[in-house]
Nanobody
């Protein structure tokens, strides 16, 4: 069982940076070995992958990013059972509810149906 709680959303201006956090309530091993990800859903649109991080053995992780955020976003596991998404150079198209998600195994998917555990979401609004 994995419980996820996001934090860090809010209203920012275009060009700003934002750090989202997801705190997981689960065992250390589960958190360290599960595939973790961030998705977002804009109003009237489907939920889409932002970034994932998959366990590659030992303390190594492979990260994957959607094209729209690649190069200006970083996903990483920080400290005890916390998943972080750092986003820079935000623009209004980044406005959405951001969700933290988790699934067992080291295979990542771009579609949300493969992720079993979800947080409640945190709103990010980027103004011009």
């Amino acid at each position: 069982q994995v419980q996820l709680v996001e934090s860090g959303g809010g209203l920012v201006q275009a060009g700003d940076s934002l750090r989202l956090s997801c705190t997981a309530t689960t065992s250390e091993r589960t958190f360290n070995t599960y595939t973790m990800g961030w998705f977002r859903q804009a109003t009237g649109k489907e939920r889409q992958l932002v970034a994932t991080t998959t366990w590659a053995g030992s303390t190594t992780y492979d990260d994957h990013y959607a094209g729209s955020v690649k190069g200006r976003s970083t996903i990483f596991r920080d400290g005890a059972k916390k998943l972080v998404l750092q986003m820079d150079s935000l623009n209004p198209e980044d406005t959405a509810v951001y969700f933290c998600a988790a699934k067992s195994g080291d295979t990542y998917y771009y579609t949300d149906k493969y992720y079993k555990y979800w947080g409640q979401g945190t709103q990010v609004t980027v103004s011009t």
